[in-house]
Structure formats: structure tokens, C-alpha cells
């Protein structure tokens, strides 16, 4: 194994994690070596935390948060970013949605206020909830016209049933106009606690000072209590829809891994040598040497309480039971036995990512909230290296072994009917 070493020219990061008296923990990671900074404040809640009557609700406020605060109008906000030239943005995931702003480190403690403003002070006017359900409607008819999208969701439906994980983090057409400001209000006071919360920079700041000015804006936050995290349970199943207009079939394949908590890095090696590569099994049978597919690939998703295999693709009808058996057959082998070329191959790949999340600003401060929401500490780098290192052949035969044994989880959008692909996925893997 080649171990990946920093350059003497580009400082190590050195995180820094305090947490305030009311649950709120800020993290920095200084890097000197660069002129540019990410800030960003993460709040552990997100479409799993949310209830079946206010699906998308995470994802509304998330785009509420910026319309206006007790001090700015949205106008405001917008210029106030572009006149520093910062780059502001925010996302919504299943656990967590992030507000963040990227710029220059000079300007790292104004970025912090901004995001201070509109994640607490937001007062959302009615009139821009009302503008902003029309957007948010736009973005929901843009999401059903993407197949790729569409079988994502029939993914999770078909892996985890009814389960809150299986919610769509935009919710439906339904929620999405029942939201009112009241929700809105009342979901912020339950969710955007102090022990929810994790203020992050990264990049050219100096960690005292964005510690002193997050105790500022953020110490009077009630503590709350921690998002719930209740353990899923793998389904499986068929779930396919019906789309005119498209003349392949876009198909997602889902098998359970370990979960964050359960130690999942021998799952993360399993997706990469699986699928991770134009030299990985699943892509050299299916791409290169049996032409059923453009587009194959396998990745891991994994959270503190779940983790799936996905597996995409997007082939011909004629060509679709022909892809899933051999896929079926592809997992088969690897149960049976790991390629120790492939266990390097993929082993390496996996240092790479690690090693180009902890050089980018933004990509070093989100791991680090997110091993604080799931581990309550930081992971360093070198502790990352060695549990992927430690990652064994037998370890990683035993989780495919263990995926053979679930129903598998299927999602599919094409012209016409698809015909028994559950059954011949599952006949290829028994």
C-alpha cells in the first residue's frame, strides 16, 4: 500500500473543535497555505427527521432561510455575499441541511455574521413563502421529468418501505402547498438547537477568532435536544414507473452495507471495487466486454443509522435482464472470493478521495461535522488512512456474502413493462 503523504509546502490541517455551553460545537480547520475559506453552519436535521405531514419541510426552510431576516431583505442578503465576492448556497440531505458560504479567508468572520443572520433571524415574510412555493414547485416538476432522479426515489421506497428515509427530501406536490410560516416557525424552535448545530471554516482562518465570534453569535441558541436517530431496516422490493419519451431504462439497484456505526469502511471498499473504476468488475463485464450498458456504476451511501450499495444504470429494454443477471452473477463472485488486485485498487482509490477531501476547504469541514454528528469527535487523518489500510479480503467477501442474503432493492423508470427483473436478479445471486 502506498501510504499518502502531505507536502512540506502545503501545511497539514490542524482542526480545532470547542463546544459552546449550550451544545453548539465550532470546528476549524485552518489550512496557510491557502488565500480562500469556506463557513458553514450544519443543522442535524433533514428529511428523515421530518413527520409524513410536513415531508420537505427541510428543504422549504432551507430555501426560506434566505428571503429575509429581521435586518435584510433578500435583495440584501443576495448583494451583501456578491459584494465579497462569496459564492452563498445551502443544501438540503435526508440528515443534515448545510448553509454555507465560500470567499476569501480575509472576509471568513463576515461570511460567519451572514449565515449567523439568515439561519437564526430569518422572519420569512408570507409573501415570499408564497413566491417561494411557486419556485419550489418549478424545482419539483424538474425533479419528476429526470429519470435518473425519479429512480432514485423509487430506490429508496423500494429499500426502506414506509421508513421516514424513504421520503423525498422535496417532499410531494401535496406538501409542499400545505407548508405554512406557522410549520416553518415551529420547525426551526424544534430542530435548530444547540445540540444540533455545528459551525465549521476552513481554509485561511484563524481558529480563536472564528471560536470568540461563533460564542458571540450563537451562544444564546437553546441547547434543545439531538435529532433521533432510529435504526432502518432493509425491505427490498420492485418499484418501477412508467415514462414516456425515454427509449432506455434507467435502473438503481440497492443492497444493505453496514451503517457509519457499524463500521462501514469495509462496505465503502466493497462499492469501490465493485463499481468504482472503468477497471472494476461491474463495469469492465457490463461496459466493456458485453456492451449492456454506457452508463454503470456502483457507490456506497451510508449514514449513521443505514447504508446501501447503489448500483446504476442505464441500458436497453432488450438488454435489461441480460444487465441485472449478470450483475446478480458479478456479486456472486465476489462473495465467493476478492481479486487482491482489485482489494488494492480499490483500497487506493478510497485514499485519493480522503486525501483530496482533507486539501479542499469545504470538503474538510463537512467530514468533520459530519464525524461530530455521528462520533462525537474528529476522525484525523492518519486514524482514516489506517482504518482503510486495515480493510481485509475476508472483510470485504463477508459483506458481499451478507448483500446476497437480502431481497435486493430495485428501482426502474422505463417506456414499456419490464418484465421479471426482481426475480432474475435474485436467481443470478442465489
Known amino acids: 500500500m502506498i501510504k499518502p503523504e502531505i507536502s512540506p509546502s502545503q501545511p497539514a490541517a490542524v482542526p480545532v473543535v470547542t463546544e459552546l455551553d449550550n451544545g453548539v460545537r465550532v470546528v476549524t480547520v485552518p489550512m496557510p497555505h491557502l488565500r480562500s475559506a469556506s463557513v458553514a453552519v450544519f443543522v442535524r436535521t433533514g428529511s428523515r427527521n421530518e413527520s409524513a405531514r410536513l415531508n420537505g419541510i427541510s428543504h422549504f426552510l432551507e430555501h426560506m432561510a434566505f428571503k429575509g431576516t429581521a435586518t435584510r431583505d433578500v435583495q440584501a442578503i443576495n448583494l451583501d455575499a456578491e459584494r465579497i465576492g462569496a459564492d452563498m448556497n445551502a443544501y438540503t440531505s435526508k440528515d443534515t441541511t448545510v448553509y454555507y458560504l465560500n470567499g476569501l479567508g480575509r472576509d471568513a468572520p463576515r461570511m460567519l455574521e451572514m449565515l449567523a443572520d439568515v439561519v437564526l433571524e430569518s422572519t420569512f415574510p408570507e409573501a415570499e413563502i408564497e413566491r417561494e412555493r411557486e419556485v419550489l414547485l418549478q424545482e419539483l ?92 431496516a432493509h425491505v427490498g422490493g420492485l418499484q418501477s414507473r412508467r415514462r414516456a419519451g425515454i427509449s432506455q431504462v434507467y435502473s438503481s439497484i440497492g443492497l444493505p452495507l453496514p451503517s457509519m456505526r457499524q463500521g462501514h469502511h469495509a462496505g465503502l471498499v466493497a462499492a469501490t471495487l465493485f463499481g468504482g473504476g472503468m477497471s472494476a468488475p461491474l463495469v469492465d463485464e457490463v461496459r466493456e466486454r458485453r456492451g449492456l450498458a454506457y452508463h454503470v456504476a456502483s457507490e456506497a451511501e451510508v449514514s449513521d443509522v443505514h447504508g446501501l450499495l447503489v448500483i446504476d444504470a442505464i441500458t436497453q429494454p432488450q438488454k435489461l435482464l441480460e444487465y441485472v443477471a449478470t450483475v446478480g452473477r458479478l456479486l456472486k463472485e465476489q462473495a465467493e472470493g476478492i481479486d487482491a488486485q482489485h482489494l488494492e485498487r480499490a483500497r487506493n482509490q478510497l485514499l485519493v478521495q480522503a486525501v483530496h477531501k482533507q486539501e479542499r476547504p469545504f470538503s474538510a469541514i463537512e467530514a468533520a461535522a459530519e464525524q461530530l454528528f455521528v462520533h462525537g469527535r474528529l476522525i484525523g487523518a492518519d486514524e482514516a488512512v489506517r482504518q482503510i489500510e486495515a480493510v481485509t479480503a475476508e472483510q470485504v467477501r463477508a459483506v458481499f456474502e451478507a448483500m446476497l442474503q437480502a431481497t435486493p432493492a430495485v428501482g426502474l423508470a422505463s417506456r414499456g413493462a419490464v418484465g421479471e427483473v426482481l426475480q432474475a436478479l435474485q436467481a443470478a445471486m442465489a
Do not use: C, M, W
Request: glycine share 10%.
Open 141 to 232: 416538476v424538474e425533479y419528476e421529468e429526470d429519470p435518473q432522479s425519479v429512480v432514485s426515489q423509487l430506490l429508496d421506497v423500494a429499500a426502506y418501505g414506509k421508513q421516514p428515509l424513504a421520503r423525498p427530501i422535496i417532499g410531494t406536490r401535496r406538501h409542499i402547498e400545505r407548508i405554512t410560516r406557522e410549520d416553518l416557525v415551529g420547525y426551526v424552535k424544534r430542530h435548530y438547537a444547540g445540540a444540533n448545530l455545528v459551525i465549521a471554516a476552513g481554509g485561511d482562518v484563524q481558529p480563536a477568532r472564528i471560536d470568540a465570534l461563533a460564542r458571540q453569535l450563537f451562544g444564546h441558541v437553546p441547547r434543545g435536544e439531538g435529532s433521533a436517530a432510529e435504526a432502518v
